[in-house]
């Protein structure tokens, strides 16, 4: 038994040495992003628009229905979001919008402060998914 023990105690004493600590001295530290975490979503920006071209299939495909889009015709007739809203509140980071997109106008990045004050903060709508 005392063996068991002297083990276990060698094992959290090892963590206090320099250089062996678990955590980091966040917001001083921040650890590495991996590559493909899902952070806040960006929406694509083409030449003169968004890359968007409003197909509703990432609100179709969205689990948890947080993703709003009307789509608009433009002087040239194409079609492109003249909303588009994401209630990041209600968002599971599932990356199915992503994934379902024909034309990658939407991607995730690897922002993950997304705290806020007011519920209201939280919608994000074109142009805040636009310079995101
Ligand atoms: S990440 Fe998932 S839950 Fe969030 S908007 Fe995209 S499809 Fe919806
Ligand atoms: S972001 Fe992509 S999937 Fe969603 S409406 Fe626009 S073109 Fe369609």
Redesign the pocket.
């Known amino acids: 038994m005392f063996k068991e023990f002297a083990k276990g105690l060698s094992i959290t004493l090892k963590h206090l040495l320099p250089g062996h600590s678990t955590t980091v001295e966040y917001p001083k530290q921040r650890l590495e992003i991996a590559p493909r975490f ?1 952070g806040l ?1 960006r929406l694509v920006p083409a030449q003169d628009r968004e890359k968007c071209v409003a197909c509703y299939l ?1 609100p179709t ?7 709003t889009v009307e789509s608009e015709e433009n002087e040239k007739g194409e079609k492109y979001p003249r909303v588009y809203e ?1 209630d990041l509140l ?9 994934e ?1 997109c024909p034309v990658e106008a939407i991607e ?1 990045t690897s922002a993950y402060e997304l705290a806020n004050f007011k519920r209201g903060d939280f919608m994000y709508d074109k142009a805040r998914l636009l310079k995101s």
């Open positions: 899902r979503h990432c495909v969205c689990p948890a229905k947080c993703i994401i209600r968002c599971i980071f599932c990356g199915y919008c992503v379902a995730m």
